[in-house]
């Protein structure tokens, strides 16, 4: 039991999936499962916002990239010495990109890896490579999330609606054209072999847009689904306090009513510091 308040931190997946299995959200959603209403709230689980990128992929024609990273040998290395390929942290330059001087924001960031990165890893050639990954933070498209069931156990049903407006695919458009021509710079005549993805076959914009849609992974930056504000989509005050029940704040990343054009980890640190603050306040006022 709580003397005063209860502080949900699951994130943009678990923290909306909790309010919803406690009946608070959507009062259609949770009546077809069988759940008590609590307390109606429409955009529990609504506005889900993702960055996503995509993999433009070469071979390396020199055997310095981190392939044979998770061998026992790098292993060992690492665990004996903290020396050897797991020291690096695999994303090792970067770098945000505005595709016009009228842009408030970026709507590309860039990551570098010397090492394979397709479809989350699952997709790995033989020998070395590299791959430049250009990234849509600049999302337009917005998903949502649902209950499977009343079981707390089961998974929700996740739908970021990724490249839904074609906005972001234009976007992602000129992200692989872009590094494409990044790759193409002098300092990697030495190094580049063969474009593994998109492959070289592949040059007009049919055929990209096409790669982007098969390709496309997310950043692992989910936010939104619980988010601040005082319309009838809102969750939380600006004081995080969910709306209609008392004692009950929300601090992670679903909170934010759009999303950052740039990683979530330190708005996240920022929202908890924040919240923080308001909640020694508010007993200090008591």
Not at 44 to 50: A, D
Not at 256 to 270: L, Q
Request: hydrophobic share 40%; proline share 5%.
């Amino acid at each position: 039991t709580a003397d005063r308040e209860v502080v949900l931190c699951g994130g943009a997946i678990n923290s909306p999936q909790l309010l919803m299995l406690s009946g608070i959200g959507p009062v259609e959603h949770l009546s077809e499962l069988g759940i008590s209403v609590a307390k109606a709230l429409s955009g529990v689980g609504q506005n889900l916002m993702e960055h996503v990128q995509v993999s433009v992929a070469y071979a390396c024609n020199e055997p310095i990239s981190l392939v044979g990273k998770d061998s026992p040998e790098q292993v060992a290395k690492y665990e004996q010495a903290k020396m050897g390929l797991l020291t690096s942290n695999l994303g090792e330059a970067g770098g945000f990109v505005r595709l016009s001087s009228e842009s408030c924001a970026p709507e590309l960031q860039f990551h570098f890896g010397p090492d394979w990165f397709v479809r989350h890893g699952f997709e790995v050639p033989e020998g070395h490579g590299f791959t430049i990954l250009p990234g849509l933070v600049g999302t337009k498209s917005v998903g949502e999330l649902k209950l499977r069931s009343a079981d707390a156990f089961e998974d929700p049903l996740i739908d970021p609606a990724c490249l839904a407006e074609e906005e972001d695919v234009r976007v992602m458009l000129e992200g692989v054209k872009l590094a494409r021509k990044i790759a193409q710079a002098s300092a990697f005549d030495r190094y580049r072999g063969a474009e593994f993805v998109p492959g070289e076959d592949v040059q007009d914009d049919d055929g990209l847009v096409e790669f982007i849609r098969n390709y496309s992974t997310s950043i692992y930056h989910p936010v939104g689904t619980c988010k601040m504000g005082n319309d009838d989509m809102a969750v939380v005050n600006n004081r995080l306090q969910v709306h209609g029940i008392e004692g009950l704040r929300v601090a992670d990343a679903s909170i934010m009513p759009f999303i950052v054009n740039a990683n979530t980890n330190a708005p996240c640190m920022m929202i908890g510091e924040k919240v923080a603050d308001m909640i020694l306040e508010d007993n200090i006022e008591r």
